[in-house]
């Protein structure tokens, strides 16, 4: 079975500081990954979708990549800002899709 | 579309009762996910349908739970009876295929039973 893993399970920055999530999975024979977001008491909301075939995608600020071989992918939000405090979860497609427990993220002003 | 729809939004119920959360998947989507989601374990997928029939539900954690898909555009998960473990949130989402195109997420039904 799947198992995904995010590091850290909370992380805390001051505004305009870049940073980068990190997500891992065991198997690696995955169709795509998927990155979502969700703030407290809300639905997730997706943010990024890589493609077993990509390295990577961008929207925004937002920078995500992705290593098949290596069970890695990796969530950079450039010059963050306090909006962008919420849960941050990956998400990996064999035929199922199973998440990581996700990362907490505070931006302070 | 106006994207995965989920009801009720908040549930609450007796232990012992029947629970029906209903999901109706957007249009034209052939997968469909249940997960619960808790503040200890995270979301679990539950269950999943592809073409409406059940794929794996190696998820669902008791005989108590069942799922079903009678048509492309509507989906039910049920407790009976309900425990108040069972207090969770409850996210249905939907994607056009199980081949890894991208999932929309409803907004959960909150369920809680005392």
């Known amino acids: 079975k799947q198992e995904v893993t995010q590091i850290p399970a909370a992380l805390s920055v001051p505004e305009g500081e870049n940073l980068v999530l990190n997500c891992s999975f065991t198997?690696?024979?995955?169709?795509?990954l998927q990155w979502f977001r969700q703030d407290p008491g809300k639905g997730l909301t997706s943010l990024l979708l890589i493609q077993s075939s990509q390295r990577e995608q961008t929207s925004g600020r937002l920078n995500a990549s992705l290593d098949k071989s290596s069970g890695r992918s990796t969530l950079y939000i450039a010059a963050s800002q306090p909006g962008d405090s919420a849960t941050y979860l990956c998400?990996?497609?064999?035929?199922?899709?199973?998440f990581g427990a996700g990362t907490r993220l505070t931006v302070k002003p | 579309d106006a994207g995965v729809i989920q009801s009720p939004r908040h549930e609450v119920t007796e232990m012992g009762q029947e629970v029906t959360l209903r999901c109706k998947p957007i249009?034209?989507?052939?997968?469909l996910f249940w997960y619960r989601q808790t503040m200890m374990r995270g979301l679990e997928l539950l269950i999943y349908f592809n073409n409406n029939v059940p794929i794996d539900d190696s998820g669902m954690p008791e005989d108590r739970f069942s799922a079903k898909m009678p048509n492309a555009s509507f989906s039910t998960l049920k407790i009976q009876p309900s425990e108040p473990r069972d207090s969770a949130v409850y996210f249905c989402a939907s994607s056009l295929n199980t081949g890894g195109t991208e999932a929309f997420f409803g907004q959960g039904t909150r369920l809680t039973v005392v």
């Open positions: 198997d690696s024979a995955i169709y795509n």
């Open positions: 998400a990996v497609y064999n035929n199922d899709m199973r």
């Open positions: 249009s034209g989507h052939n997968s």
